[in-house]
């Protein structure tokens, strides 16, 4: 029978399930996920399955749709964009032209802030987002259908079997898509003007227009009719509402899942054996079906032998029936491989069925198990680093400016006073209540408190800690520099910098290749000021093997290893002083460092980037100029553009966002 979270509160919204795993949404916007994990699909930086509900890596309190596939998972937030994660090997994410596995979430490349959600939340509207085995279909708010990832049937209905990693509209276009629903190799969609199109595979007559064609571009069922309101695919067959209430099913049936009474496949709609003209919402899953009517009733139909059909048995049913639970409160419902969940009227979220991977998120593996819900982490996270293997957030409620770190713990990189690895979310051994600024490196830490001390910890082979040693700290440790007036710290491969409130920079570790900026290769225990000096320092950031700095003139210097142009001086020498990028200038605004490559804003919004532009052949586009050349200059991006706001490196990528009215972020 159905189980309820124990501790699951009731403000659950939306709820979506697919493969082994389940999302749901709370009414304050934040997005949790729960079950498999091995393709990253729950979105929280790992490939761990998880059995109760975990928020994604992302965070945020602006989710307002999701939606997932067999192994990936996407979004939508309130501010119009759409994201992705997990598994890639299709292009099922969308990111051209990479398709590696994500285990957060990233924008597709398509971007843009106007993917449509749902505007009133009734059930019905909840599929402008849809997942299917390794594709993805969107909506935006224009009317367009966008599809992408897998098309070995066609599923993408853009009249070819190409695979996609970007976004495509369908052979049909028009602006005048309202809803779809995607499959296991098929897809299907409404217009606004109540005509129901499908497309993909036709094994078993799943498109019901009464062959067993595949379909490379939408064609409408056998039914015909401008009456269509709701429509959802299962694994291998579509069931749909008309405007009258009526509910229709078509496709294969070898376990019932048509609810017709037989198990005869159908290649056109026929009704279920129930009947009526109260269906308010339907929903396909793995050989079953469920719908709630609008009496407020729950059931469901098909295969049962892992419980999900929730009428406390394990028997498979060719008939609709209620679930064990009973009751005339249920809002929405979603379907996974094998198991279900489902939101009431009271925002009580109830899970039931396959629990093999933890979907019904209640802390084990055993089916029709009661879930409850983990720590549940807060909504009021302000800034997040990555480090290596390991993570640091800043909390601040407006009171409190907490420090919270998790991951690995080889180096004591988590401050916590001992050296182990620790899953959980944990507090520095430091603690306080006045953290301000936080920067990580390969294996340590640096963070400013409000009161400008300035503290590292982690690795310290090459003294990037500061404190005149080469011995790791498990705690946080001041720099021998010491001081309160510490303004911003930045973290590179090995070796340190940071900029006092009187405008001077400092750097410590190591010095391979220069990247200390004091024209010597020598390694640094302590802090010293680069050979440039100055006290008119604003903004320094520390890539792998060189560093980048901003003054307040609004002149950019750099320096360091320069292999592959990432110093933008129009050479590949190595730099052991501040120089100035070829592109000159006094209007540089914001920079950061990947660990080959930089980027730059400037204060007439335009993004710039210079540096290596394909690393080891997987990862590629890296200064996003639509090319993989290495620059030795700087050149603006492919999106040009004069309102980026801000900019952030990864390892082998780069994170920019533009500002005004609706703010976008762009992955390269």
């Known amino acids: 029978m159905p189980n309820q979270f124990l501790s699951?509160?009731?403000?659950?919204?939306?709820?979506?399930?697919?493969?082994?795993?389940?999302?749901?949404?709370?009414?304050?916007?934040?997005?949790?996920?729960?079950?498999?994990?091995?393709?990253?699909?729950?979105?929280?930086?790992?490939?761990?399955?998880?059995?109760?509900?975990?928020?994604?890596?992302?965070?945020?309190?602006?989710?307002?749709?999701?939606?997932?596939?067999?192994?990936?998972?996407?979004?939508?937030?309130?501010?119009g964009t759409l994201w992705t994660w997990g598994s890639n090997s299709s292009g099922q994410l969308g990111?051209?032209?990479?398709?590696?596995?994500?285990?957060?979430?990233v924008t597709t490349f398509a971007g843009g802030t106007n993917w449509a959600d749902t505007a009133t939340g009734e059930p019905e509207e909840l599929y402008t987002l849809t997942g299917g085995y390794s594709h993805t279909a969107a909506i935006k708010t224009d009317g367009t259908l966008w599809t992408w990832g897998r098309n070995t049937d066609g599923q993408l209905g853009d009249n070819t079997t190409v695979d996609r990693s970007t976004p495509v509209t369908t052979f049909a276009g028009g602006t005048n898509w309202k809803q779809v629903s995607s499959g296991g190799n098929h897809t299907a969609a409404i217009k606004t003007d109540g005509t129901l199109w499908t497309w993909g595979s036709n094994n078993n007559g799943r498109l019901g227009d009464n062959t067993a064609i595949n379909r490379y571009t939408p064609v409408t069922t056998f039914a015909g009719g401008t009456n269509w309101k709701q429509v959802a695919c299962g694994d291998g067959y579509i069931a749909a509402i008309k405007t009258d209430g009526t509910l229709w099913t078509w496709g294969t049936n070898s376990s019932g899942e048509l609810g017709n009474n037989t198990a005869i496949n159908r290649s056109t709609p026929v009704t279920t054996f129930a009947g009526g003209t109260n269906w308010k919402q339907v929903v396909?899953?793995?050989?079953?079906?469920?719908?709630?009517?609008?009496?407020?009733?729950?059931?469901?139909w098909g295969i049962g032998t892992s419980g999900q059909l929730g009428n406390n048995t394990a028997t498979n049913k060719s008939t609709p029936v209620t679930t064990f639970a009973g009751g005339t409160n249920w809002k929405q419902v979603a379907c996974g491989d094998g198991h279900t969940t489902a939101i009431k009227t009271d925002g009580t979220l109830w899970t039931w069925g396959d629990n093999g991977d933890g979907q019904l998120g209640d802390n084990t593996t055993v089916d029709r198990s009661t879930p409850v819900t983990t720590f549940a982490g807060g909504t009021n996270w302000k800034q997040v680093f990555g480090g290596g293997s390991h993570t640091a957030a800043l909390n601040d409620d407006g009171t409190n400016k907490i420090l919270y770190l998790w991951g690995s713990n080889s180096s004591g990189q988590l401050g916590t006073n001992w050296i182990s690895q620790d899953n959980q979310i944990l507090q520095t051994f430091a603690g306080g209540t006045n953290w301000k600024q936080v920067a990580c490196g390969d294996g340590y830490i640096a963070a400013i408190k409000t009161d400008g001390t300035l503290w590292t910890w982690g690795q310290n082979a090459f003294g990037q800690l500061g404190d005149n040693t080469t011995t790791n700290r498990s705690t946080p440790v001041t720099t021998f520099a010491g001081?309160?007036?510490?303004?911003?710290?930045?973290?590179?491969?090995?070796?340190?910098?940071?900029?006092?409130?009187?405008?001077?920079?400092?750097?410590?570790?190591?010095?391979?290749?220069?990247?200390?900026?004091?024209?010597?290769?020598?390694?640094?225990?302590?802090?010293?000021?680069t050979f440039a000096g100055g006290t008119n320092w604003k903004q320094v950031a520390g890539g792998g093997n060189h560093t980048a700095a901003i003054k307040t003139d609004g002149t950019l210097w750099t320096w360091g290893d320069n292999t592959y142009g990432q110093l933008g001086d129009n050479t590949s020498t190595t730099i052991l002083t501040p120089v100035t990028t070829f592109a000159g200038g006094t209007n540089w605004k914001q920079v950061d460092c990947g660990t080959f490559h930089t980027i730059a804003i400037k204060t007439d919004g335009t993004l710039w980037g210079w540096g290596r532009n394909q690393v080891f052949g997987i990862y590629t586009g890296t200064l996003g100029d639509n090319t993989t050349v290495d620059r030795s200059t700087p050149v603006t991006t492919f999106a040009g553009g004069t309102n980026w706001k801000q900019v952030s490196c990864g390892k082998n990528y780069t994170i920019a966002v533009t500002s005004g009215t609706d703010p976008t972020f762009f992955i390269s």
């Open 8 to 79: 699951g509160g009731t403000n659950w919204k939306q709820v979506a399930s697919s493969g082994v795993h389940t999302l749901a949404i709370k009414t304050d916007g934040t997005l949790w996920t729960w079950g498999r994990g091995t393709f990253a699909q729950l979105g929280d930086n790992t490939l761990i399955s998880r059995s109760t509900p975990v928020t994604t890596f992302a965070g945020g309190t602006n989710w307002k749709q999701v939606a997932g596939g067999d192994n990936h998972t996407a979004a939508i937030k309130t501010d």
């Open 95 to 105: 990111r051209n032209p990479d398709t590696s596995l994500r285990l957060t979430p």
């Open 284 to 300: 396909g899953g793995d050989r079953y079906t469920a719908a709630i009517k609008t009496d407020g009733t729950l059931w469901t």
């Open 483 to 529: 001081g309160t007036n510490w303004k911003q710290v930045a973290c590179g491969d090995g070796h340190t910098t940071a900029i006092k409130t009187d405008g001077t920079l400092w750097t410590w570790g190591v010095n391979a290749n220069g990247r200390l900026g004091d024209n010597t290769t020598t390694t640094r225990l302590t802090p010293v000021t």
